[in-house]
Every structure is written in C-alpha cells, then in structure tokens.
C-alpha cells in the first residue's frame, strides 16, 4: 500500500449494549415442583396425624333427655300456658285440663258424659322439671286420653353430643378421652369428653331388619353410638344441631 493509499475506515463498533443471557424455564418448573412437593408432603403428614391420633366424623347431633308433661287422667284442654322456646320450672303450671263428668242418665242406666268446666271439674298440670319447652302437642279444645303429652321439655343444662363411630373404628375408643367438639350453629369448637359408649349400633333399633335369608347379602359398615359430654357452660346449644366430633384416640 502506497503512501497515496487511504485505508478504508474501520466498522464502528455495535453500540446496542449486550443482551443479559436468558434464564433457563426449567428452573422455574423446578421451583413450582418443589413448593408443590412441599405442600404435598404437608397435607398428606396431616392426613396421616389425623388418621392415626383422631377419629373424626360428622355423624353427631346435640341431644339431651326430652321429658313429655300430660295429664293423668283423659280430659278437654282448657288452657296452655306457655309455648315453644319458653322456660318452666319444677312446679309450675303450664295447661289446665276440664275433666269429663257424668251430665245425665239414660232410661237404660247408660250415664252421658260431658264437660262442665267447674272448679271441681278442672285440674292443673305442672312441669315435673325446670327446663324449656321445644313442642307443644295440644291446643285448648283438644281432648286428649289419659298419659298423652301436651309439651315437651328439655333441661338445657343437660344436653350431650351423640356421634355415631364406624364399627372398625370403636375399638380406639375409650371413656374419658378428650373430644374437640366444632358446634355447627355457633361456629365455635367446645371441649368435651367421652362418657360411654354404646354395646348395641344404631341399626340394632332399626324398623328395618338388617338381615337377610336371600343370597344377595351385603356387608355394610355399622354405626356405634358415643355419647360426648360437652363443656358449653351457658353457650345455648340447639337440640338436634349438626357437630364434628374429634376424638384424641391415640393409642
């Protein structure tokens, strides 16, 4: 090259700044895999904790010893003193009752009875227990027979859980073991304890026979009644309500 001679000049350097090196995908499925490999292993350690200490169902209901108040003798209702959600105490008179009586005497001897509603004629009917009504089964004008229930009672301070237990499962069950107890109509979980556990299931009462003679025999698994007492102090539970039982039952 001559002194003459001009070199072509030289290509400018690119000045768009390099672009960062792109990340690997599968390092973010790795993650995802190990959060879900995490969350897994959680839920399957708590399903094993439960199975193995507890025995869970939501087979239960608030009960209690319902106690029907009538009359001893059959006659017309007067009156009812009380209703549905009210509270009685031992003692108190919640209907009257008119007695029948003799008004007249047929040719025959044959003596017609009625209703005078005197005095002597109507008799009080009281609440052997303190407690609160949850069914009236008789209005004034209703003749009823001797025995039959006018209202029903329940002491609220007595009421229980009974939950129905999978026959494979009641042998890990044992009186006085603790109970947490999810009240459905509180949304609340209240302590409780095993206190008996029924000897016969719930289908030993059944109208329906379980047996059969045919060869179409079908093993179901059978229910045992557990009675729980719960500590609910003046938290007002709701006779009949729906509650989940779990039962520390480790062995």
Partial sequence: MTSD??????????????????????????LLLIVAALAGGYVGYRYWQDQALYIITDNALVTGSLVQVGSLNAGRVLGVAVDVGDRV????????ISLPTALTTTGSGTRKMGYRDT???????RSPIDGVVVARQANPGDTIAAGQSILILVDPNKLWVQAQVEET??????????????????????????????RATSATFSLIPQGTTSGSFTKVTQLVPVKIAVA??????????????????RE
Wanted: proline share 11%; glycine share 10%.
């Fill in 5 to 30: 001679e001009i070199a072509p000049p030289a290509p400018a350097a690119d000045a768009r700044p390099a672009r960062p090196a792109r990340r690997a995908p599968g390092l973010l499925v790795v």
């Fill in 89 to 96: 105490v031992g003692d108190q008179e919640v209907a009257t």
């Fill in 119 to 125: 005095d002597d004629q109507v008799m009080g009917v």
């Fill in 169 to 198: 499962k009641i042998g890990r069950v044992r009186p006085g073991q603790p109970v947490e107890v999810t009240v459905d109509t509180l949304g609340q979980v209240l302590p409780g304890r095993v206190i008996a556990i029924n």
């Fill in 232 to 249: 609910y102090g003046q938290t007002p539970l709701v006779l009949g309500s729906s509650v989940e039982v779990k039962i520390w039952a």
